[in-house]
């Protein structure tokens, strides 16, 4: 197991990351390996691509009001929807 001897040097998502990998290497052959990281890149790519969706749902949300407040109808109903 990966000893941390400089606990104040190292961030703790680093220190996370290298915990998990440690154990991965003693626990997993090298085809595995490789399936977990393609799993967790997999993942974090599906998560960013909801928050960029949200993002833009919310940005568009308030160019819809900003348009409301410069006199423009508001388009009923569109700022409670979500695609």
């Known amino acids: ?4 001897t400089q606990t104040a040097t190292i961030p ?10 440690e154990s991965a290497l003693g626990r997993f052959n090298e085809v595995d390996q490789n399936e ?10 599906e998560h960013r691509s909801m928050r960029i969706e949200d993002l833009e749902h919310q940005l568009a949300c308030i160019k819809n009001s ?3 407040l410069h006199g ?3 388009k009923i109903g569109s700022l409670m929807q979500r695609h």
């Open 72 to 74: 423009e109808p508001a």
């Open 12 to 21: 703790d998502h680093v220190f996370v990351a290298i915990e998990f990998a």
């Open 1 to 4: 197991m990966y000893q941390n």
């Open 66 to 68: 900003l348009a409301g």
């Open 36 to 45: 977990m990281l393609a799993a967790i890149q997999q993942r974090w790519k």
